[in-house]
């Protein structure tokens, strides 16, 4: 069995001040509500955040992000692990763009490369 850092192929930056809204992508397009999540790290190729309630792995996601200087609505994801976490559920994410061929796009990696940098520079 992995864990979530046996995955990791770049380490992690503490953000949690970055506020995140989620929302499972539902069949034909329908989504579900959102629920706003805590953020407890990032990269550019994925995050865990703290969640209400759990969700199933491979459950794809839209993110929206905002913080100081950041603000990123509609980032494909899908979740990797769940495990109970505190008083809810630790939550696994990859973005889309960096599993899934089809879903590249530079807007999506230099916006996730410059919110890494940020956490990254607030860590040194």
């Known amino acids: 069995m992995t864990t979530d850092d046996d995955r990791r192929i770049k380490d992690r930056y503490e953000a949690q ?6 929302r ?20 550019r190729y994925g995050m865990a955040v703290i969640s209400p309630r759990p969700l199933e792995p491979g459950t794809r996601l839209f993110l929206d992000f905002s913080g100081k200087y950041i603000s990123e609505s509609r980032i494909a994801a899908r979740v990797v692990g769940v495990h109970k976490y505190q008083a809810g559920y630790r939550v696994g994410i990859e973005f889309s763009y960096a599993h899934e061929k089809k879903a590249y796009s530079r807007a999506i990696d230099n916006a996730l ?3 890494e940098g940020f956490y990254n520079r607030l860590a040194g």
């Not at 989504?31 to 953020?39: A, G, I, S």
């Open 17 to 22: 001040c970055l506020k995140v809204c989620l």
């Open 113 to 115: 490369s410059r919110i």
């Open 24 to 43: 499972e992508r539902g069949f034909l397009g329908r989504e579900k509500l959102p629920v706003t999540v805590n953020c407890l790290d990032l990269n």
